[in-house]
């Protein structure tokens, strides 16, 4: 063959590649093995709040790598927006009806379900597995902090029509406005803001690198380069350490439920698992058929 046979890529080398492409579910799947295999930590991290530093943390970065250019495309997607909303406000919850029908114990698991389809799109993992996925993340992100911000109203009208008043649930409508201007908007303003006003550097980064000062240096002198070059230079970083701060949440939830967890039978688990996955399917076919007329 002439010297030319392919050399076989190295055991270590495959697996560094299978980590780096699937970071996100590796470390939310370990988040959630420490906080089985030891709570301690992930409860002593929620003593201190550490969750909601976290979801700040994911916000900082999503305004730190928000392009201009990327809004105007969420913009120019607004009819796919307005649909994403309606069915995140009104047709999921209006499932909720139909889960609370099934006859299943430990009846808190199909009122959590059901409570779950009321709710609006998650704070900390939906900008981040949209970008995983390669879609438009500015929109996900529009959609994020809209839905949750009307949540505040769609809400407790859709848990009381769709569950009733004796699920036992309110909402401080203030408090929780409140919580969301400061772990949503407050961190996606000030992550943007950074990456505008500091642009016009790149000619100093790359000096840098020439010199071959490493990474090290190029990190401590950010306050004094252009945020939006470094941001967009090292995207990869950013998304590792915004899927470390989004495996926070599993570890320290499941840290928390533990001795709950492990008290509810595997058989009642897997059952209610699969409702669920089901569920997600129905709405995603749904979803899917009707986007296709859009």
Request: hydrophobic fraction near 50%; include cysteine.
């Amino acid at each position: 063959d002439g010297g030319n046979r392919a050399t076989p890529p190295q055991p270590g080398a495959a697996a560094l590649d299978f980590a780096r492409s699937n970071f996100l579910p590796l470390a939310l799947i370990g988040g959630m093995t420490l906080g089985l295999l030891d709570p301690t930590l992930g409860c002593l991290a929620h003593k201190y709040s550490l969750s909601k530093y976290s979801t700040f943390g994911i916000f900082v970065i999503s305004g730190l790598t928000l392009r201009t250019k990327e809004l105007g495309a969420a913009l120019q997607a607004w009819p796919a927006g307005l649909f994403g909303l309606g069915s995140i406000l009104l047709f999921t919850p209006f499932l909720a009806q139909f889960l609370v029908q099934i006859q299943f114990f430990p009846r808190e698991f199909i009122t959590g379900l059901a409570m779950f389809c009321c709710m609006p799109t998650t704070l900390s993992s939906g900008v981040t597995l949209t970008q995983l996925a390669g879609g438009n993340s500015a929109l996900a992100l529009a959609m994020t902090v809209i839905s949750n911000l009307l949540g505040i109203m769609f809400v407790p009208l859709s848990l009381a029509k769709y569950i009733g008043t004796g699920a036992g649930v309110s909402l401080p409508t203030k408090e929780l406005f409140r919580s969301l201007v400061n772990t949503l908007l407050v961190p996606l303003i000030l992550g943007k803001v950074a990456r505008e006003t500091s642009k016009g550097a790149q000619d100093l980064i790359s000096f840098l690198k020439l010199l071959s000062l490493g990474k090290f240096l190029i990190w401590t002198c950010i306050p004094y380069v252009g945020i939006a070059e470094f941001v967009d230079g090292n995207r990869q970083g950013f998304s590792v350490l915004s899927a470390v701060l989004l495996s926070l949440v599993p570890w320290i939830q499941v840290s928390r439920s533990r001795s709950l967890l492990l008290s509810v039978k595997p058989k009642a688990f897997a059952i209610i698992v699969t409702i669920g996955v089901y569920d997600f399917l129905s709405d995603l076919i749904v979803v899917s058929n009707f986007s296709n007329f859009m």
